[in-house]
């Protein structure tokens, strides 16, 4: 009995320990589970922080793209405004009408841009929207000197009409005329025969022809002295009288340097000798 007993507990002791081992063996898988599923955590939680990082940059790299997409759009707008702008000056100095041509092909391009905009083509859009506003440029500059040109002759034109008209007022329209785009004011009877003295009745006309000269500052006054053709010395009494009536606009406040003396003496008489109030 005591040999089978022992037997009996030999094999119970082996089956324990191998219970033991059996049993150390799980707690290690079990501890090596746990810390495999601590790190499987960790790692899905970066792997979650890491996906939110991305999206979030994804976002932002869309949110740019746009952005530049209208910072283009923005630009080649502005390209196309400044080509406008260019464009408006041009016509204002009739570029349409005396550079056709370059105005033309200036046309053709901002037309051009605004298709290639409207295409989503921004960078061709701008190219065109710059080519249009140099060659609007070029037709404002070309046309400009032509129509300022206008512009003075019309204006020039538009006060020697009223310089004109306000000297019909002064002396009548009997005498006043146009010579070479000039204005001429005749003062036939202002001396008597042989003198050189303004007579006290042309006195008053005088003063409104300085003041007609003062006005119209920008002009230069030619003082035309005549005689009779019977006068002696004619030349010399001619130019007395054109220096007389100089003193007399200087004294008035015409400056002397826009004052011109000519004595014509008996030549080329503005007026009508025949007249007794002409002598």
Do not use: W
Request: net charge positive.
């Amino acid at each position: 009995g005591e040999q089978t007993m022992a037997k009996t507990y030999a094999a119970l002791a082996q089956r324990q320990y191998a219970t033991a081992r059996a049993q150390a063996k799980m707690n290690e898988a079990k501890a090596r589970k746990e810390a495999a599923d601590k790190e499987y955590d960790a790692i899905k939680l970066q792997m979650e922080t890491l996906k939110a990082k991305q999206d979030g940059l994804e976002k932002s790299i869309a949110l740019m793209k746009e952005n530049i997409s209208n910072s283009d759009m923005a630009n080649v707008e502005h390209r196309i405004q400044v080509a406008m702008t260019e464009r408006e000056k041009a016509v204002g100095v009739e570029a349409p009408l005396t550079q056709k041509a370059t105005f033309d092909a200036a046309e053709a391009k901002l037309k051009e841009a605004g298709e290639k905009n409207a295409r989503g083509q921004r960078a061709e859009a701008s190219a065109s929207a710059e080519e249009a506003r140099l060659m609007f440029s070029k037709a404002y500059e070309l046309a400009k000197p032509e129509f300022d040109s206008k512009q003075q002759s019309a204006k020039a034109a538009e006060r020697q009409k009223l310089l004109f008209t306000e000297a019909q007022n002064i002396v009548g329209s009997e005498n006043v005329l146009t010579d070479m785009r000039n204005t001429v004011i005749i003062l036939a009877g202002s001396f008597e025969k042989d003198k050189s003295e303004i007579l006290p009745v042309k006195l008053d006309a005088l003063r409104r022809v300085a003041e007609l000269a003062k006005k119209y500052s920008d002009t230069t006054v030619t003082i035309e002295g005549y005689v009779q053709k019977s006068t002696k010395n004619y030349f010399e009494v001619s130019q007395r009288r054109c220096d007389t009536v100089r003193d007399f606009l200087m004294s008035q406040g015409v400056e002397y340097k826009r004052l011109i003396t000519t004595a014509k003496g008996k030549e080329n008489l503005r007026y009508d000798e025949k007249k007794k109030t002409n002598r």
